[in-house]
């Protein structure tokens, strides 16, 4: 599965739209990309995945870029309790391991 | 969104029990169980992956005759930690995998396990 790399925190404003990037340059063709949240002591909560084209569901929208080597998670309306260790994971498939990162750390303040 | 247990949340034993934690997944069959452990402030790292009727594969490090997973079905997986020893204390997740409209891995709530 291709390495991500997600900066290890970020701040949000409460109401705000989060951006959380993740750079995934080595991503192959077959390969998806997964958002996961982990709220502390929790287990890792499914938030959206896609392939190529942009997605988006209740939860969040998932933008890829055109050559698959980078996207954005975006929240669009943070709330605190969106405080939370967010991973980005790129694997072909679900059904196979998925190799959890650092993740960034969002703190959403009021 | 599909829904997995785990049982127990939490437990504590002494050195040289062995725990038993279960995970169910309740909405969905899961081909496909798989056991991850966290340490404080590290990630998620896979132990095992369990299909069911079939012996678990074992992630490099990971013991096997120490940490027995059994996958009797598909809502139901086990870990028994043998032997269990302070290092063995962790936070322990599964997870359950399902193909169809949204083909991702649903994570139970975790199980603490502290040994003393």
């Known amino acids: 599965d291709a390495k991500t790399t997600q900066p290890p925190s970020m701040d949000c404003a409460e109401g705000r739209a989060a951006n959380l990037p993740c750079n995934h340059s080595?991503?192959?063709?077959?390969?998806?990309v997964y958002w996961y949240r982990q709220i502390h002591s929790q287990g890792p909560q499914y938030i959206i995945h896609?392939?190529?084209n942009n997605e988006t569901n209740e939860m969040a929208s998932l933008i890829i870029t055109e050559d698959r080597k980078s996207s954005t998670l975006i929240l669009p309306h943070a709330t605190l309790r969106d405080t939370a260790v967010y991973y980005c994971?790129?694997?072909?498939?679900?059904?196979?391991?998925?190799?959890f990162g650092g993740g960034t750390r969002l703190m959403v303040k009021p | 969104g599909a829904v997995v247990s785990q049982h127990p949340s939490w437990v504590i034993c002494k050195s040289g029990t062995s725990v038993k934690i279960e995970c169910r997944s309740l909405?969905?069959?899961?081909?496909?169980m798989f056991w991850y452990r966290q340490f404080p402030k590290q990630s998620l790292m896979l132990m095992a992956t369990?299909?069911?009727?079939?012996?678990?594969?074992?992630e490099q490090g990971v013991e096997k005759d120490k940490f027995l997973i059994n996958h009797a079905s598909l809502t139901l997986s086990t870990l028994t930690v043998t032997s269990a020893h302070p290092e063995d204390s962790s936070f322990y997740i599964c997870?359950?995998?399902?193909?169809?409209?949204?083909?991702?891995?649903?994570f139970g709530p975790g199980t603490r396990l502290t040994v003393l």
């Open positions: 994971i790129v694997s072909n498939n679900a059904g196979n391991m998925l190799t």
């Open positions: 080595t991503i192959s063709g077959n390969e998806y």
């Open positions: 896609g392939l190529k």
């Open positions: 909405d969905f069959q899961a081909t496909t």
């Open positions: 369990s299909n069911e009727g079939s012996k678990a594969t074992y």
């Open positions: 997870s359950g995998w399902t193909s169809g409209k949204a083909d991702t891995q649903y």
